[in-house]
């Protein structure tokens, strides 16, 4: 049995600007699984840059509310919203509240950098 507990994972900033940390990912381990895992945070007032990856990707948002954008459609999310992000979509999100906006990130297959294309602006 392998359980990852979230104060374990070592917080970073991720290529689009997000505070991230990796739960469990494919290529790191001996996982008999394709995807990866990550808690994402957005901070209040923020956006992350836009970006794409080859790969799809899934939001599972635990905290907060925010603006979704995916290539020409917005919307507004909230705690409990999963949103489905196809591959080499354009997308970033928004924190549209008042306290921190607070996502699961899944990628499959596994994400890598070199399948990120990232829009700094």
Same mark, same amino acid.
């Given at each position: 049995?392998? %359980? #990852?507990? @979230?104060?374990?994972?070592? /917080? +970073?900033?991720?290529?689009?600007?997000?505070? @991230?940390? *990796? @739960?469990? $990912?494919?290529? !790191?381990?001996?996982?008999? +699984?394709?995807?990866?895992?990550?808690?994402? =945070?957005? =901070?209040?007032?923020?956006? #992350? +840059?836009? $970006? !794409? &990856? !080859?790969?799809? *990707?899934?939001?599972? %948002? &635990? !905290?907060?509310?925010?603006?979704?954008?995916?290539?020409? *459609?917005?919307?507004?999310?909230?705690?409990?919203?999963?949103?489905? %992000?196809?591959?080499?979509?354009?997308?970033?999100?928004?924190?549209?509240?008042?306290?921190?906006?607070? +996502?699961?990130?899944?990628?499959?297959?596994?994400?890598?950098?070199?399948? /990120? /294309?990232?829009?700094? #602006?």
């Amino acid at each position: 049995m392998r %359980i #990852t507990n @979230l104060k374990n994972c070592p /917080e +970073f900033i991720a290529g689009d600007n997000c505070i @991230l940390r *990796e @739960l469990l $990912h494919a290529g !790191k381990g001996d996982y008999a +699984f394709r995807y990866s895992l990550a808690q994402a =945070k957005v =901070k209040s007032g923020k956006t #992350t +840059f836009a $970006h !794409k &990856l !080859k790969t799809s *990707e899934v939001y599972y %948002i &635990l !905290k907060g509310r925010g603006r979704m954008c995916i290539n020409n *459609e917005s919307a507004a999310v909230k705690r409990g919203d999963a949103i489905y %992000i196809p591959p080499m979509a354009s997308q970033y999100i928004q924190n549209t509240g008042k306290s921190d906006l607070v +996502f699961l990130c899944i990628v499959d297959p596994a994400w890598r950098v070199q399948d /990120e /294309e990232v829009v700094k #602006t």
